[in-house]
């Protein structure tokens, strides 16, 4: 009734080109945006910002990553854990190299060094195909924590063989270090997830996001059209680590501030790898939806003994926890093997034709 | 009928020179010989059918035209100069283009977007400004969806533009794969049993599309396809393969009348 077209003609291609031609969608979106930059902000909780929103937005980040390369072109990779601590290594030792350039850019620029890392592990990918390329980006991963721990040199040499976040400051505000406060970190990282999130959408859209997305449905086809495996593939590889760098540097900078190799172990690849089935492959609100699936889900289980003046230990909640979220990802996919995007679109699909379906 | 000298068809349009000569080809793939020592040519302006018996070695002959097979012998010669080896996509961006045996749609993406990706070796605008979808980028992916949209139009698939093409039945796939062909403004367009599998109604309207396209924009056109009711309508002359060897080549008339494409066709049985 509400949500429908009807009555929306696009009288230009640029409109119905347009990433959102639906006014609702449209909407919806600055809705969203409300919420994140004001709402939230103001009413919601340290915990709530900081073990919550703060985690949550990161994940995405990096899930958006990991879906420009598997749901978008096809290629399977188990190395974006340590991609994303590429990116904060990285990140560490531009903030010791340049103590007085902005944080933020730095954080971005990171962002390269993962992209650069990526395309190298990513060479394979024009040669093998699906199970192989999976062993090549695993080993990736193993060959990147071995560096991370091997290298002293990443972590400046620190006793802790950990990253420990330096405090800088953006405007003469602190956000970075154990003084930054809560919300100075949530603007900066929500900032960067919402423009690095409305570029992926862009590049999508357009001729780059098409090739890659010919490779994924049919390569054979693809190359004889036009498109250089090559370039569609690397390309993609780049992309996807650059968002995975910069997801990692966020991830120690400005949530956890400080960091060791276990932060970017292999189960973090499985992690955003779950995050982007869950979510709906090849879709960047499915994107969001498998990282607040992943994320929020288990806090809420474990919130809800305490909530209900339930008396179970610890660690009871946690293994009931595993047990939950795994059965719930196995029922979401025989359900749904599109992920929670297609259940979303389904969802307003029938909302567009409600009341009457016919 | 001369070689180099353009003729005019009874129906009126003009047939030019030759387009595409292929020399004493021969294709192996380890021990089988999909094609012995072929030479056929393809005129600027006509509608070139090749038949034969399943195997006879149609679908790798286009194969060789539009570079994905390298045949290990022979010359190809496109526009008066031979062809030297090379990928599949620089034959997309000398004019070539082509649509499959088996559709090979982007099963994942909508009608409009497999439309668009006929366009891709046209679209140059960088990453920089795809990454904004703003000033030169959007100009082009608007420019370019104007295009898509005549192409939509003249094969009359308005009705499933935003539609994943993995959901439309069969007879649609194949005129979105023509159209996705189309976008790329071929001049020789290459076409891979275009009608198998439709039903009478639909193979009309292919036929039509077909002879269009042909008349409409002066797109050369090779085209393999089993139906001879459909070939003798079509095409300006036919080349006819048999295990790999071409066994007759001329007007529909003379090829269908030709005995060694009798016996073929009699001796697989069709
Ligand atoms: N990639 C390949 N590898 C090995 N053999 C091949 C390959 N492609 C084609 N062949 C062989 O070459 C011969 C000719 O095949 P081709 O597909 O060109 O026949 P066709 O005339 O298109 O037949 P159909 O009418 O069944 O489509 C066949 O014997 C086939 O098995
Ligand atoms: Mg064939």
Redesign the interface.
Known sequence: MFYREAGQYKT???E??A?FPILQDRIAIWFYLAVAFVIIPLFGSEFLINSVMIPFLVFALATIGLNILTGYTGQISLGHGAFMGVGAYSTYKLVTYFPDTNVVVLILLSGFFSAAVGMVFGLPSLKIKGFYLVVTTLAAQFFLEWAFIRIPWLYNYNDSGAIEVPQREVFNIIVTGPDASVLSRYFVVLSIVVVMTW?AS??I????G??W??I???D?????????PLFAKL?SFAVSSFYAGVAGALMVFLWLGAAEVESFDVNVSFQILFMVIIGGL?SLVGSFLGAAFIWILPIVIRAVPRIMGMDINASTVEQLNFMIVGALIVLFLIIEPHGLARMWAILKQKLRVWPFPY | MSFDESYTTPDGRTIGGVLMEMRNITLRFGGVTAIKDISFDIRQGEIRAIIGPNGAGKTSMLNVINGFYHPQEGEIIFRGETRRRMRPYEAASQGISRTFQNVALFQGMSTLDNIMAGRTLKMHKNFFWQMLRYGPALQEEIEHRKVVEKIIDFLEIQSIRKKPVGSLPYGLQKRVELARALAAEPSLLLLDEPMAGMNVEEKEDMSRFILDVNDEFGTTIALIEHDMGVVMDLADRVVALDYGKKIADGTPQEVQSNQAVIDAYLGVAH
């Open positions: 230009s291609y640029k119905d080109s990433i570029i862009n590049i859209h357009g001729r780059i098409r090739s997305m010919m994924r449905d049919m054979i086809a693809a190359e004889l059209i036009g498109v250089r390309s090849g």
